[in-house]
């Protein structure tokens, strides 16, 4: 199927890999081609609504970080290099969607885009030239960051706050879908996908849900609370595992973001239907256990897509707690543009269901002007040590390095 998709300037691919991660709606599904679209270039995030319901049919795309901008007031002057609109969706040509064996082909003629699948060599994972990949503040700067954050932490300004930083490479020339197929297989997750808008790339292995509808019901899946996994000793993997679900300060960073939620549902919800349906859930992945909580409500009426984003976006995971703040102080401090980097890529089907993940532990790229980049990042508390902070994201950009096959110069300065 990627094999045939590559073929077409935009396509969207969501794979879930075979996790049977809850709510479940489909194991893959692959949008390809475009009958109508609707973008930030040209269009207004109020303008999404009467898109929708022009259509009425499926759309594929994704919401950049950077829409909190219009969403909510907020400035956005940092330098992009990748040039993801802050939002885009399109109207498919072809939908495919698997479930269990059962293949769903949505086109003008599903029996010629079957054989043209089938007629597909399977693909060989292409060599890439080396890449240099430089890290955009030193650690001496991060450590530094780290205490600023918490000097506003006791001043009351804020709870948590999520810092990233950014790792790069330029003059990059890679073949996206061999460095997909190198992603998942190290790190096989529920919200993959591999999405291409043009020139434009995200190469993504995310395992967190950001929203999802199904009928009047909304759910959102936070996760916070991340404990290493040892793959060689079994007793002390589920020990790790056991010490995550007691561990105070990694409880006290997922409350935070579920309280956060529970207040964002609570804005496009019916009264007391707000709800977190699971608190506290470990869920293991192949390098790490996660903390996930899960959090729904009942939609007010009919409430349109355009009331949702701004009610919910950016993720509370992403940004920390009181939310408005922290996205001022992630703007003052961080030096990078997000992007679409802790945005979220996803569906809306025809009924208006949908079901979007967090674009993390994701490379993007674009293919004009050979600029690769990814980011990592970690919540930060008055509690967080600095210096373990920044291990943590060392371990998290080496993992993606491997990927790459890159060398990594720490800047220590």
């Known amino acids: 199927m990627l094999n045939w998709a590559n073929q077409f300037n935009i396509f969207c691919y969501l794979d879930n890999l075979h996790y049977n991660f809850q709510p479940h709606y489909y194991e893959c599904l692959l949008a390809v081609g475009v009958r109508a679209l609707i973008s930030s270039d040209t269009s207004d995030v109020s303008e999404l609504d009467h898109f929708l319901a022009m259509q009425n ?35 498919p040509e072809v939908i495919l969607t698997i479930n269990g064996n059962e293949l769903c082909i949505e086109a003008t003629s599903p029996e010629e ?35 600023k954050l918490q000097q506003h932490i006791l001043r009351g300004d804020c709870y948590e706050i999520n810092f990233c930083q950014e790792f790069y490479a330029e003059k990059a020339i890679i073949e996206p879908l061999s460095i997909y197929q190198k992603l998942i297989a190290v790190s096989p997750t529920p919200f993959s996908a591999l999405y291409r808008l043009n020139d434009k790339y995200l190469i993504c292995a995310s395992p967190e849900r950001y929203i999802a509808k199904e009928g009047t019901k909304i759910l959102s899946q936070p996760m916070k609370g991340t404990a290493k996994r040892n793959l060689d000793d079994e007793a002390e993997d589920r020990r790790l595992k056991e010490e995550l679900l007691a561990s105070s300060k990694e ?52 409430v349109p897509f355009s009331a949702i984003l701004p009610a919910t976006f950016p993720m509370g995971s992403m940004t920390g707690a009181p939310k408005y703040r922290v996205m001022q102080l992630i703007d003052q401090y961080e030096p990078s543009n997000r992007g679409i980097f802790s945005g979220s890529v996803g569906y809306i089907d025809p009924n208006g269901n949908f079901d979007f993940n967090v674009v993390i532990r994701s490379i993007m790229y674009n293919a004009s002007n050979q600029y690769l980049s990814y980011q990592v990042g970690s919540g930060i508390t008055f509690y967080s040590d600095a210096e373990k902070e920044w291990e943590e994201c060392m371990l998290k950009a080496e993992a993606i390095k491997r990927v790459l096959g890159a060398e990594l110069t720490i800047l220590h300065g």
């Open 251 to 302: 409880r006290a960073e997922n409350v935070m973001v579920v309280d956060l939620v529970r207040n964002d549902l609570s804005k496009i919800c019916k009264g007391a239907t707000v709800k977190v349906d699971e608190l506290y859930g470990i869920y293991t992945f192949p390098q790490v256990h996660q903390m996930v909580s899960t959090v729904s409500g009942e939609l007010d009426g009919n």
């Open 113 to 147: 885009v079957y054989l043209q699948i089938m007629q597909q060599e399977e693909h060989a994972i292409q060599p890439h030239a080396n890449l240099n990949i430089q890290q955009r503040i030193t650690r001496a700067e991060y450590l530094q960051t780290i205490r």
């Open 57 to 91: 049919d499926w759309s594929c795309g994704h919401i950049a970080y950077n829409l909190k901008s219009s969403l909510h007031g907020l400035s956005n002057n940092k330098p992009d290099s990748l040039h993801f609109p802050d939002f885009f969706f399109f109207v």
